[in-house]
């Protein structure tokens, strides 16, 4: 487990602290529609009020062109939800860079962080007008702490205090303890649209777990290396030879990787398309698939049921349309029926789990989607890494302080 500075470690009476929160949800019609990671860190910014400091949030969402503001990315359904959910009015501030005043509030949000210019490339004179704001800077934003940015990274080395919030802190150990000793087997199921994004991971992976479930576009690139036909599905014809090779990989360890042996597919990729069930063997070349048929969703729900630490990233199909939602359905109720552990991460894997009603079912829920990969793939986030520097200069500076 990481060494850095606590919220438990500090006073934080009377102070300015800026947490950088991750709010990156899904938004229709000017309304939050899932509000899971701002519910998640409502613990975070109970006990830093309970304190008697006073709130400056940070956060961004979607991917706006850096510098412009668009209305489209504003943050102010967030505040509308945030202050729903706390009770009380969380002012959204337009202009902060040059100041926030925090008089008639204690708690404000801040607009999208990617309206800045140099949020994205963690340009040092805009990190440096950020940590001016605050008298602590707080990280409790899991979900981009694979992102050296400004907001992450770089306010990190120049406020006068940086620590780690205690929703990072729960990601990094319940993540660290799943992949260090896990009661085994330990099944890992990695869906999604694409291997390129997740490749590194699926490598890592195969030398830790015991059984392996890919799927969506993912499964389709395998059933390709397989030699089978997929028709017009989606998948990266650049990556098939490493798919196979993978394959060949976890046949050697005992974890084969299983395919889809029955498939929902349809003629066009559209939310009226009429799904049809069809043997994997009997694809048409017109043919895509969408999601996994209810036979290989039996078969993934038994390999579920054997499993005793299960760790989730990405869905089977397209679940997002009804009629290609029920592999991933049977696969996370199977996952909430378990007695195995499970972590399940990733932006559309919470809305999984949202709209399948399984919360309750799931022994961690990870705000991560990149970071929660990354740290699978036994890679260094750059978030933490700048939080433990800080933490070992404050150490430091305390020593210093007692000669």
């Keep these: 487990m990481s060494d850095f500075l606590k919220l438990a470690d500090l006073d934080l009476s009377g102070k300015r602290v800026l947490i950088r929160e991750d709010y990156n949800v899904p938004v229709k019609h000017g309304r939050v529609e899932d509000d899971t990671r701002i519910r998640a860190s409502l613990p975070t910014l109970q006990t830093i009020l309970e304190e008697g400091a006073r709130i400056i949030l940070f956060s961004h969402l979607g991917r706006p ?3 412009v503001y668009d209305e489209a990315f504003s943050l102010a359904p967030v505040a509308e939800r945030l202050s729903e959910l706390l009770g ?7 202009d902060w860079l040059e100041g926030v005043d925090l008089e008639n509030h204690d708690i404000v949000l801040c607009e999208n962080v990617r309206f800045e210019k140099g949020e994205k490339a963690n340009d040092d004179e805009l990190a440096r007008r950020m940590a001016r704001l605050c008298h602590i800077y707080v990280n409790d934003a899991f979900a981009t702490a694979h992102r050296a940015q400004a907001s992450t990274h770089g306010v990190a080395k120049y406020a ?41 991971v699926l490598e890592s992976l195969l030398g830790k777990v015991d059984q392996l479930i890919v799927g969506g576009g993912i499964a389709n690139t395998f059933l390709k290396a397989a030699g089978l036909n997929i028709g017009n599905s989606l998948y990266e014809a650049e ?43 009997d694809i048409e070349d017109d043919d895509q698939i969408l999601d996994v048929g209810p036979e290989t969703a039996a078969h993934y729900a038994e390999i579920i049921g054997q499993a005793k630490t299960i760790v989730w990233n990405g869905p089977l199909g397209v679940f997002e349309f009804e009629q290609f939602s029920q592999g991933t359905r049977k696969l996370a109720e199977a996952i909430a029926r378990s007695d195995a552990y499970s972590v399940a991460g990733g932006g559309d894997t919470l809305a999984a789990i949202s709209k399948f009603d399984v919360t309750e079912g799931i022994s961690y ?13 036994g890679k260094k986030l750059p978030a933490v890494q700048i939080l433990e520097e800080a933490a070992r200069a404050w150490s430091a500076m305390e020593r210093a302080r007692e000669f």
């Design 65 to 67: 062109k850096e510098g």
């Design 88 to 94: 009380r009015k969380v002012p959204l501030i337009k």
């Design 160 to 200: 006068p205090v940086s620590c780690a919030g205690p929703l990072l802190i729960a990601e990094l150990k319940a993540l660290s303890a799943i992949m260090r000793k896990p009661e085994r087997p330990l099944l890992a199921i990695v869906g999604g649209a694409k291997v390129s994004g997740k490749l590194n």
């Design 239 to 281: 990556l098939v030879d490493m798919a196979g090779q993978l394959m060949k990989r976890a046949r050697k360890k005992g974890a084969e990787i299983p395919l889809p042996s029955d498939v929902a597919c349809a003629k066009t990729f559209d939310e009226n398309a009429k799904a049809n069930i069809k043997k994997i063997d």
């Design 365 to 377: 829920i990870s705000t991560g989607g990149g970071a929660f990969l990354e740290f699978l793939e």
